[in-house]
């Protein structure tokens, strides 16, 4: 996008991004439960090649987040962090509170790890993102908000120079290479596999994707056309990188785990990279032959996406619950995908049902 466009309901690819992360995402808590039933060996390894398929969205989301906000606040400071942070608390934590205390009170049994039994413990899963299976990754997003400061001061410092650009993008690889071999050798089947799984959702776990949302931005007209003179470069990279990760997946062999599926290992990396870079790339193609409505309708939903992920567990969890029993056993792939299309309409809906009555009522009231 050309750092001249103010459209404000026109898309951009950090809002391409979140809509493709919040729909992928939708599908990984499914699959989860398809795997309860104890599948086939062929149904469980359809299951695995799709979870690895839809393994891009926390990356997706954090660089569409920092590419936007970078786009949106080109000259902010640390004189701009009170009203920032301001629109994030009605935007994100506001609805982030709620849904959490609906997960921990009204589905007590989506809880990760552990359930609480007091009061300090029910505090702890409120803040730790275990009180329901995707919880965890809004412990680590808003850690990036917190620190958006130290990514405009990133965004001042490399501006338009692509040495300090190249520079950083190196730095940042190396210091996150390190972090997965730390991580593998450490936690993922390590030595501190169970008292250390917090670390997934410290906000250095994705950093890269931060900074390259930042540099991505940044650096906008020679990233733009270096996607755009490469994008059948990046379809073979992806589907390279998709076959490791379905390798690495099965060699653990069956039952298949998710749990052996993390974001944390160079392949899933580097696949993430790579489904930012085309999803960015459609992006780019329908602002040059002006696709206005689907940028339009991409934006619109892309507002939404966040309060729609909070929901998505809700209601899948309720889909999977009034579904026949036999439904699930006798064709799991078939109530797999209606379960998916289902939650993702119910969960934009709500979103945007709820955003729309609380802004009438609070309108009614003369709240502000």
Same mark, same amino acid.
């Given at each position: ?33 398809v ?32 590419y ?30 709620w ?10 049994w ?11 413990s ?8 275990n ?10 997003m808003?850690?990036?908000i ?17 040495r ?7 730095v ?26 917090? =670390?997934?959702?410290? @906000?250095?776990?994705?950093?890269? *994707?931060?900074?390259?949302?930042? /540099?991505?931005?940044? +650096?906008?007209? #020679?990233v ?12 073979a990279?992806?589907?390279?990188m ?50 206005d409505? =689907?940028?339009?309708? @991409?934006?619109?939903?892309?507002? *939404?996406?966040y309060?729609?992920? /909070?929901?998505?567990? +809700?209601?899948? #969890? ?22 998916w ?13 709820l ?9 009614l009231?003369?709240?502000?």
């Amino acid at each position: 996008m050309n750092s001249n466009q103010k459209d404000e309901y026109i898309a951009d690819i950090g809002d391409y991004l979140k809509v493709f992360a919040c729909t992928a995402v939708m599908l990984q808590p499914i699959l989860g439960l398809v795997l309860k039933l104890h599948p086939s060996v062929e149904i469980q390894s359809l299951v695995g090649v799709l979870y690895n398929l839809v393994k891009y969205t926390a990356p997706a989301f954090i660089f569409g987040i920092l590419y936007t906000t970078l786009r949106t606040n080109p000259n902010s400071s640390w004189q701009d962090y009170g009203s920032y942070l301001g629109k994030q608390w009605h935007a994100l934590l506001v609805p982030t509170i709620w849904w959490t205390l609906i997960y921990l009170i009204g589905m007590p049994w989506v809880q990760q790890h552990e359930h609480f039994h007091n009061f300090k413990s029910f505090l702890w899963q409120f803040v730790n993102g275990n009180a329901a299976p995707h919880l965890w990754y809004n412990t680590m997003m808003l850690q990036f908000i917190i620190l958006m400061p130290l990514f405009w001061q990133l965004g001042r410092f490399v501006n338009n120079n692509p040495r300090r650009g190249k520079t950083i993008a190196l730095v940042t690889s190396l210091l996150y290479l390190g972090w997965l071999i730390f991580y593998d050798i450490e936690v993922f089947h390590g030595p501190h596999q169970n008292n250390w799984y917090l =670390l997934d959702r410290v @906000f250095i776990s994705f950093i890269i *994707y931060g900074v390259f949302g930042v /540099l991505a931005w940044k +650096f906008a007209p #020679q990233v733009n056309q270096w996607l755009r003179k490469h994008w059948k470069l990046m379809v073979a990279f992806v589907i390279l990188m998709f076959c490791w990760t379905n390798l690495e997946l099965f060699h653990f062999g069956f039952p298949v785990s998710l749990a052996n599926a993390p974001y944390y290992k160079v392949s899933m990396t580097l696949y993430s990279l790579g489904i930012i870079a085309l999803v960015a790339t459609l992006c780019i193609w329908h602002m040059e032959v002006k696709k206005d409505r =689907l940028l339009k309708i @991409f934006h619109f939903l892309a507002t *939404y996406a966040y309060r729609a992920y /909070l929901s998505n567990i +809700f209601w899948t #969890q309720i889909i999977w619950r009034i579904t026949p029993a036999q439904i699930h056993t006798v064709h799991p792939i078939l109530s797999l995908f209606v379960n998916w299309i289902i939650t993702w309409i119910f969960s934009f809906a709500s979103a945007i049902g709820l955003h729309v009555g609380w802004s009438k009522l609070k309108s009614l009231v003369g709240v502000k």
